[in-house]
């Protein structure tokens, strides 16, 4: 199937289906019972199983002038000490590649230089600490903000190119009435998943299977046998049940290739599981960046000039950089614009996706500086956006597939009591408490990539799905199964879906919101090609008839599925392709946050006290996982406005908080009242289930809608985030307001 074309009439559309209800995860019960069995979970795999412990760097940039393992090789229960002296050949870096222990330079501190394999997890642990490397060492950078000025125009990610421009943006703003020019900074941040990264390598023979924690299967199976020099039809992959990843395990980490090696080399299994100060070195995080935001507009509020510079850093050799100026491409109008990208490089651990890539934290600068526009104008800030709300691609001058934000921030103004809200800062209290309303607009591209899958019908009346697409903690299983269960008519319990295993038809996995959209039209497909191969045995037309409850009928008459296939079953492939579909069109999800917040009179601390997401996402799938997804992702964005910041240690390149103690993220008490509404949509160019990308929506703008709360309450600006209790002490303090604060007599709560 090819999206080239928009998509019509669909077996899912007609009314009465299992698509759009909020069906319970089918994964569910063997969660709660313990029976879904993760990466590090899997017994008798191929023999006795030994353990490995990673040996990390504990410089940040050098090179090791000696590496002494003796005292760890002769420790109790040790069958090897691999490091870069006897590691086994492995293909060159490259992007498809993930070599380990390639040689003595070190690039990050907490780099892996040896591994240690033994009998028992703790023997390896234990001998890891005997390892004795010597360093040459040499100064490391650090910080972003002195290496900007060295940073460079990266190379187009994902096609995506790094800038942008139209029209005259200075000329522009320089002519404007109102102008806003100011310049936030968001901290690094770790995906600080449930699971963390884990491998089983087992070989038998030439051939390799690995367990393991992976996103995505299919650039996985590229990643492993590239790196090991193997045919990939002599590697397999699984991970059936993935306990979160939020991007970290989109690539092949150290865990996954150094045990294929020491399996290799030793003959039988090897488990590799990081510890979770590992797991902050070892593995990847969303970067730090600094953007500048420069809006100007008319004294109505129409903006004729946009301008969104971000910097952000990599470690050496990487190219990988923050999209944080691409929502502004397309979110709102003006005939003059400018976005860039630069990257700088530091000498600090490898930096890659996190949930929402771009959009999540070129939101919390983008819609933070609409407030401020919209303060600049004494103008609302939903009337500003409204005004400047595009008719087609702002930048690509191409039609938008559909585009419902508007009525998003509209239908969240009336649910939330936005009409109360006092535009004054610091005019209302709740005791003790300074309270105030904030909102942000939300969008989020909807990609969709190549992908395949198979449906099997039994004898007995029951379809299996099989595809190499993941379940993360999505609802992917539910998902799947209910877009074969309304095309083939089926009940959802006479539907089992099978993940995880590159055994299957490959998909492109859990990431980028594209994975029920690419997976799902896959499945579609191979139905369709199903009901045609149904309704030939039944010498009736497929294009009229209906399937429903196990039969197929046209014409007045009715066959059973289960008597069509027979005894030995039928099967049906599928793919999907995206074409050229998203150059036609311009594709995205939106949505709109509001968010009330107190905010301490004496200490400063800030307190989330009601949120809400309106969103509009094609058609949606399953009502309970999408608003599972929402609010998962605007309690995301409540970590990134309020807690969240991977602290470095400048002097030595490393990360201070490598912890889940230490790393802070909300916790229940942090997250009161929060509530997402999905509208109604359909998009027929998205996908043949006319369904967008959800899972990354709900963290767009979600932390501006807090900052923006923040100042409503305070009337303090904070442009650093997260923003914590001392920055708004601070900023009362520059203010000179703290005596103000205190004798002002309280003002009634709204409403």
């Given at each position: 199937m090819n999206m080239n074309n928009p998509v019509g009439q669909t077996p899912l559309d007609q009314a009465g289906g299992v698509i759009g209800k909020p069906l319970d995860r089918v994964d569910g019960p063997l969660k709660v019972a313990g029976a879904a069995t993760y990466a590090a979970e899997y017994k008798d795999v191929g023999g006795k199983t030994s353990y490995g412990f990673l040996v990390q760097a504990t410089i940040a940039t050098g090179r090791m002038s000696a590496i002494d393992t003796t005292a760890a090789e002769k420790a109790p229960g040790v069958l090897l000490v691999m490091t870069h002296q006897n590691v086994p050949a492995q293909g060159p870096k490259t992007s498809t590649s993930a070599p380990q222990l390639a040689s003595d330079k070190i690039l990050f501190f907490g780099q892996p230089i040896a591994l240690v394999v033994a009998e028992t997890f703790e023997q390896a642990r234990a001998a890891a600490f005997m390892v004795k490397p010597t360093y040459d060492a040499k100064p490391g950078t650090f910080d972003l903000a002195a290496g900007r000025s060295d940073a460079v125009v990266p190379k187009p990610n994902n096609g995506s190119k790094p800038d942008s421009a139209l029209g005259d943006f200075a000329g522009a703003f320089g002519e404007a009435a109102v102008t806003v020019d100011v310049t936030y900074t968001t901290p690094p941040q770790a995906h600080a998943m449930m699971e963390p990264h884990a491998t089983i390598a087992v070989w038998n023979g030439d051939q390799l299977t690995l367990y393991t924690a992976n996103q995505m299967l299919s650039r996985g199976l590229e990643t492993v046998s590239s790196t090991l020099n193997m045919s990939k039809d002599k590697v397999r992959l699984l991970s059936r049940y993935v306990g979160g990843g939020f991007g970290a395990k989109l690539q092949v980490q150290s865990d996954a290739i150094l045990a294929a090696l020491a399996a290799k080399m030793l003959d039988r299994p090897v488990k590799l599981v990081l510890t979770r100060p590992q797991v902050f070195h070892v593995t990847t995080h969303r970067t730090d960046t600094i953007q500048r935001l420069r809006l100007g507009a008319k004294a109505d509020g129409t903006m004729v000039a946009i301008g969104h510079e971000s910097w952000s850093n990599n470690?050496?050799?990487?190219?990988?950089?923050?999209?944080?100026?691409?929502?502004?491409?397309?979110?709102?109008?003006?005939?003059?614009?400018?976005?860039?990208?630069?990257?700088?490089?530091?000498?600090?651990?490898?930096?890659?996706?996190?949930?929402?890539?771009?959009?999540?934290?070129?939101?919390?600068?983008?819609?933070?500086?609409?407030?401020?526009?919209?303060?600049?104008?004494?103008?609302?800030?939903?009337?500003?956006?409204?005004?400047?709300?595009?008719?087609?691609?702002?930048?690509?001058?191409?039609?938008?597939?559909?585009?419902?934000?508007?009525?998003?921030?509209?239908?969240?103004?009336?649910?939330?009591?936005?009409?109360?809200?006092?535009?004054?800062?610091?005019?209302?209290?709740?005791?003790?408490?300074?309270?105030?309303?904030?909102?942000?607009?939300?969008?989020?591209?909807?990609?969709?990539?190549?992908?395949?899958?198979?449906?099997?019908?039994?004898?007995?009346?029951?379809?299996?799905?099989?595809?190499?697409?993941?379940?993360?903690?999505?609802?992917?299983?539910?998902?799947?199964?209910?877009?074969?269960?309304?095309?083939?008519?089926?009940?959802?319990?006479?539907?089992?879906?099978?993940?995880?295993?590159?055994?299957?038809?490959?998909?492109?996995?859990?990431?980028?919101?594209?994975?029920?959209?690419?997976?799902?039209?896959?499945?579609?497909?191979?139905?369709?090609?199903?009901?045609?191969?149904?309704?030939?045995?039944?010498?009736?037309?497929?294009?009229?008839?209906?399937?429903?409850?196990?039969?197929?009928?046209?014409?007045?008459?009715?066959?059973?599925?289960?008597?069509?296939?027979?005894?030995?079953?039928?099967?049906?492939?599928?793919?999907?392709?995206?074409?050229?579909?998203?150059?036609?069109?311009?594709?995205?999800?939106?949505?709109?946050?509001?968010?009330?917040?107190?905010?301490?009179?004496?200490?400063?601390?800030?307190?989330?006290?009601?949120?809400?997401?309106?969103?509009?996402?094609?058609?949606?799938?399953?009502?309970?996982?999408?608003?599972?997804?929402?609010?998962?992702?605007?309690?995301?964005?409540?970590?990134?406005?309020?807690?969240?910041?991977?602290?470095?240690?400048?002097?030595?390149?490393?990360?201070?908080?490598n912890n889940l103690a230490e790393y802070h993220v909300p916790v229940h008490a942090d997250i009161p009242q929060i509530e997402a509404v999905f509208l109604p949509e359909l998009d027929d160019k998205s996908s043949p289930m006319k369904s967008k990308g959800i899972g990354e929506l709900g963290i767009c703008g979600a932390g501006a809608a807090i900052a923006n709360a923040v100042f409503n309450a305070t009337g303090i600006r904070i442009r650093d985030y997260p923003l914590t209790l001392d920055k708004v002490l601070a900023g009362w303090d520059a203010d000179d307001k703290v005596q103000q604060r205190s004798s002002t007599s309280p003002a009634l709560m709204p409403g």
């Open positions: 470690t050496p050799g990487e190219g990988f950089y923050e999209t944080a100026a691409n929502a502004t491409r397309s979110i709102y109008a003006a005939p003059n614009r400018m976005t860039a990208h630069r990257l700088a490089t530091l000498d600090l651990p490898v930096s890659a996706s996190m949930r929402a890539p771009g959009e999540a934290v070129g939101l919390l600068a983008l819609e933070c500086a609409m407030d401020e526009l919209a303060v600049a104008l004494k103008m609302d800030p939903i009337a500003l956006r409204i005004i400047n709300e595009p008719t087609e691609d702002p930048e690509k001058k191409i039609p938008f597939s559909s585009r419902s934000l508007v009525p998003c921030m509209q239908k969240g103004a009336d649910l939330f009591g936005w009409s109360k809200r006092n535009v004054t800062p610091a005019s209302v209290r709740d005791g003790h408490w300074l309270v105030g309303m904030g909102m942000s607009a939300a969008i989020r591209g909807n990609p969709m990539l190549p992908a395949k899958a198979r449906v099997l019908l039994d004898h007995d009346g029951v379809a299996t799905v099989q595809t190499s697409m993941t379940d993360i903690g999505t609802g992917s299983y539910t998902i799947l199964g209910q877009i074969a269960a309304d095309m083939l008519g089926l009940p959802i319990d006479k539907v089992r879906v099978e993940l995880g295993d590159t055994a299957f038809p490959a998909a492109p996995g859990s990431g980028g919101s594209f994975g029920a959209n690419s997976a799902g039209a896959a499945v579609y497909d191979a139905c369709e090609t199903m009901r045609n191969l149904l309704a030939q045995r039944a010498k009736l037309d497929a294009s009229t008839a209906v399937f429903s409850g196990g039969t197929i009928q046209a014409g007045g008459q009715s066959q059973t599925l289960a008597d069509l296939v027979g005894p030995t079953g039928l099967v049906a492939d599928g793919a999907a392709d995206p074409g050229d579909s998203r150059k036609k069109y311009s594709q995205d999800s939106y949505g709109a946050h509001f968010a009330e917040v107190g905010v301490d009179m004496d200490t400063g601390e800030i307190r989330l006290r009601r949120m809400l997401g309106v969103f509009t996402a094609g058609r949606i799938l399953n009502a309970k996982t999408a608003r599972s997804q929402a609010i998962g992702g605007m309690t995301f964005g409540v970590g990134a406005a309020l807690v969240e910041d991977l602290v470095i240690d400048k002097r030595y390149g490393t990360f201070m908080n």
